[in-house]
């Protein structure tokens, strides 16, 4: 399924539409490191055809796509990052034992 997302970009000079950050609906931004590889590609997991951008994000792999000029991420997308979120927080270790109970 897809998740659409907004996201802040920038042009390049040579005319390249390049994505910085992913901004969610309530609130998180998430920055884009570095991106590995831009092609025309569809999502096997969500559907859709587009410009898939190959981004780094905290030192994860993940894939962000553009389609007829409308962003959106695979729907495990969403969920890998509340994880990363929850663990990268101070009190992780006592969200994962209290959501596991």
């Not at 970009?9 to 005319?15: H, P, R």
């Amino acid at each position: 399924m897809k998740e659409y997302v907004s996201v802040t970009a920038k042009f390049d000079e040579d005319g390249s539409l390049l994505p910085l950050v992913i901004n969610w609906d309530d609130g998180r931004k998430y920055k884009i490191d570095k991106i590995t590889d831009i092609r025309f590609a569809s999502s096997l997991k969500s559907g859709g055809v587009g410009v898939r951008y190959t981004c780094q994000i905290m030192n994860h792999t993940r894939y962000l796509y553009l389609e007829s000029n409308r962003w959106f991420v695979e729907n495990n997308f969403t969920l890998y990052l509340e994880l990363i979120t929850m663990l990268l927080s101070q009190n992780s270790i006592n969200q994962i034992i209290l959501k596991t109970q």
